[in-house]
């Protein structure tokens, strides 16, 4: 049948499954949204207000239900405000599809309105990217690019359509969706991996993103309490395994528990599952681990990329897993599991009591919430004390911006998380960061989305603060915030409730009411200027340095 682009491009999106997508309209995609008015009852059009929200959104929504995240922008502007939500899922590895309207292709190169290369521009944030210069191309482009955005390590793909592509005619049938097939490992080169996992006697597990992109929970729960290994967690890796389970220790790194780091300092061997060895967990490469390494990954170029692995295997870590695991030999390590044990239960930080205690709220919020009670976060100490005091039991269920840091990831992905799940979604945020995108508080509303919205409001920049205790001489260079923003006001403004802690006494009931919200809900959490995240491992650094307290006067 002969359609129009801006047609091909509504027909494919329903081909592929699309029934959501998060948006932003302009010149440049009106033929497109123009289609979307006629498939309401089959694509959900979620209007941010910002098109950093939609794309943080969308970002959420792929985490949350493992789908593909779908976003639509116009150029210039629309296109440039995607990028920081591009190169979210990028760093995330999160399967995206971004599409852009751009000029016609006649006035493509001559500085037209609202013209920008946005393919140039993304091509390091995406793991491919589109100009569409011919409308017979467009719907086997669209096809490729949720193919790519969800095969092997998923990531972002762009499709940039200039406007006289939307309004063109050609034929289009439907192109069959191509499933994601996972190779099968090749036995013979995994036997290295498999006889050092056979021989180790003090083996760790040490899982990141991929076993969640993977669904390989039972897999790795199997490997676990086949082989008797203590599991670490990146942040990336936080509800691959059940924070309940008896060989679950923590999150392992710069800001993971202290008993965590310590096993792997102990461990003669660490299976790295679907995880990177960033800066933030391999603080310092030469000395991070003494063991052997045996990495599992889908990224071929992950393996040896910061950390020398004596053995790998590559694929998908569900594939791999139930290919090798009948080759793992059973055995049990009460010595060692009793080690780790007894690290866990003697390396525990000491927690000062505060007026309010962001940690308390944290632990409120884990007692008054289901065990898989979506939790997201913006950046900074805050989103570093929800991944060391929640306890995540099920994957999908920690939302948060890992790779990039982006302030201003909260409220989209709330968005997103509560739209994916259809269900009540909490968002740990910053006063910092909820200053970047409180503006789409208004489409949670609009959208009537129970979102129960925890501002630590600590008056200032606290991850920056910190470092500049630690690393400046407490010169605090713009990080003392001072705002006179009034948020019950800000609340109200926006069609919110509200709701405040000023004491740690005020924390169960306000908690208990805002988890059971019906509509969003702002929670002030009034807490001190010097909370402080720790332990701390300083970037380039060990173990041995790990920063256990920070004094207030000691000028550094
Ligand atoms: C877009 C962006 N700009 C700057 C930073 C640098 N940065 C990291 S944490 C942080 C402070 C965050 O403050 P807030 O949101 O109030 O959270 P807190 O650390 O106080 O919990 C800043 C500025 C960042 N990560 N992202």
Same mark, same amino acid.
Request: charged share 20%; with cysteine; net charge neutral.
């Given at each position: 049948?002969k359609?129009k ?6 027909e494919?999106l329903?081909?592929?499954g ?7 309209? #302009?010149?440049a995609?009106? +033929? ?7 498939v309401?009852?089959?694509?959900r059009q ?6 950093q929200g939609a ?6 929504y792929? =985490?949350?239900?493992?789908?593909v995240g779908? *976003? ?9 405000n995607?990028?920081t ?6 760093m995330?590895s999160v399967?995206?599809?971004a ?7 006649s006035l493509l190169?001559?500085?037209s309105f ?5 393919? #140039?521009?993304?091509i390091p ?5 589109y100009?569409?210069k011919?409308v017979? !191309?467009?719907g ?7 193919? &790519?955005?969800?095969?092997?390590r998923p #990531? ?27 190779? @099968?490992?090749?036995l013979n080169k995994?036997?290295?991996?498999? +006889? ?22 039972q ?13 670490a ?5 936080l509800g ?17 528990h202290?008993?965590v780091?310590f096993?792997?300092q !102990?461990?003669d061997?660490?299976?790295a599952l #679907?995880a990177r060895?960033?800066d ?6 030469d000395?991070?681990v @003494? ?24 694929g998908?870590?569900k594939?791999? %897993?139930?290919h090798?695991l009948?080759y ?7 010595e060692?599991?009793?080690?780790c044990?007894? %690290?866990?239960r ?7 009591s505060?007026k309010? $205690?962001?940690?308390? &709220?944290? =632990?409120s ?8 009670? &979506?939790?997201?976060? +913006?950046?900074?100490?805050?989103q ?8 995540f ?5 920690f ?18 998380s ?5 269900k009540r *979604?909490?968002? &740990?945020?910053g ?8 503006n ?11 979102i129960?919205?925890f501002i630590?409001?600590n008056?200032?920049l606290?991850?920056v603060?910190?470092?500049?205790k %630690?690393?400046y001489k407490?010169?605090?260079s713009?990080t003392? %915030? ?8 800000l609340?109200k ?7 405040e802690i000023? +004491?740690?006494s005020q924390?169960? !009931?306000?908690v208990k009411?805002?988890v059971?919200?019906k509509?969003?809900?702002?929670? $002030?959490?009034?807490?001190g200027?010097?909370? $402080?995240?720790l332990?701390?491992i300083?970037?380039? @650094?060990?173990?041995s340095?790990?920063?256990? !307290?920070?004094?207030?006067?000691? $000028?550094?």
């Amino acid at each position: 049948m002969k359609l129009k682009g801006a047609k091909i491009v509504t027909e494919s999106l329903i081909n592929e499954g699309v029934d959501t997508v998060f948006c932003y309209p #302009g010149g440049a995609v009106l +033929d497109i949204f123009d289609e979307l008015y006629h498939v309401q009852d089959k694509i959900r059009q979620i209007l941010t207000c910002h098109e950093q929200g939609a794309a943080h959104a969308a970002d959420a929504y792929a =985490r949350v239900s493992g789908k593909v995240g779908v *976003v639509i922008a116009t150029s210039g502007p629309g296109a440039t405000n995607l990028v920081t939500g591009i190169t979210n899922a990028y760093m995330d590895s999160v399967p995206m599809v971004a599409i852009t309207g751009n000029v016609a292709l006649s006035l493509l190169g001559r500085d037209s309105f609202q013209e920008v290369d946005i393919a #140039g521009v993304t091509i390091p944030v995406t793991k491919h990217n589109y100009i569409v210069k011919d409308v017979k !191309e467009l719907g086997h482009i669209i096809s490729d690019a949720f193919y &790519i955005a969800k095969s092997g390590r998923p #990531g972002p793909v762009l499709i940039d359509i200039p406007k006289n592509i939307q309004q063109a005619e050609c034929d289009w049938e439907p192109i069959p969706v191509r499933e994601v097939v996972y190779k @099968k490992p090749n036995l013979n080169k995994a036997k290295a991996a498999i +006889d050092i996992i056979n021989s180790a006697k003090k083996p760790l597990l040490y899982l990141g993103g991929g076993c969640i992109c993977s669904g390989a929970y039972q897999q790795v729960l199997e490997l676990a309490e086949k082989i008797d290994a203590p599991v670490a967690c990146s942040m990336m890796g936080l509800g691959a395994f059940p924070a309940s389970h008896p060989l679950f220790l923590g999150m392992i790194g710069m800001h993971g528990h202290i008993n965590v780091n310590f096993s792997v300092q !102990e461990c003669d061997l660490l299976i790295a599952l #679907g995880a990177r060895f960033s800066d933030r967990v391999a603080t310092n490469r030469d000395k991070f681990v @003494k063991g052997k390494v045996v990495h599992i990954d889908i990224d071929n170029a992950e393996i040896n990329k910061n950390i020398n692995a004596d053995a790998y295997i590559l694929g998908d870590i569900k594939t791999v %897993l139930t290919h090798i695991l009948p080759y793992i030999n059973e055995s049990k390590k009460p010595e060692w599991v009793g080690r780790c044990d007894e %690290l866990k239960r003697t390396k525990v930080l000491k927690e000062t009591s505060h007026k309010v $205690n962001p940690k308390e &709220i944290l =632990r409120s919020i884990s007692k008054h919430t289901p065990n898989d009670q &979506i939790i997201a976060t +913006d950046v900074g100490q805050h989103q570093m004390w929800t991944a060391q005091t929640c306890a995540f039991e099920k994957p999908r269920t920690f939302i948060t911006s890992g790779g990039l840091g982006a302030m201003g990831f909260g409220m989209g992905a709330a968005i997103g998380s509560a739209i994916a799940s259809s269900k009540r *979604v909490v968002l &740990i945020t910053g006063d910092g960061s909820f200053h970047m995108n409180f503006n789409e508080v208004v489409t949670a509303v609009v959208q009537k989305l129970p979102i129960a919205i925890f501002i630590m409001n600590n008056n200032t920049l606290g991850m920056v603060r910190q470092w500049q205790k %630690l690393f400046y001489k407490h010169r605090f260079s713009n990080t003392t %915030l001072n705002r006179p923003t009034n948020y019950e006001y800000l609340a109200k403004a926006f069609g919110a409730d509200y709701l405040e802690i000023n +004491d740690n006494s005020q924390i169960d !009931e306000a908690v208990k009411k805002a988890v059971n919200c019906k509509m969003p809900v702002i929670v $002030n959490c009034k807490i001190g200027i010097d909370e $402080n995240v720790l332990p701390m491992i300083p970037s380039g @650094k060990s173990v041995s340095d790990m920063i256990l !307290e920070i004094g207030e006067n000691n $000028n550094g």
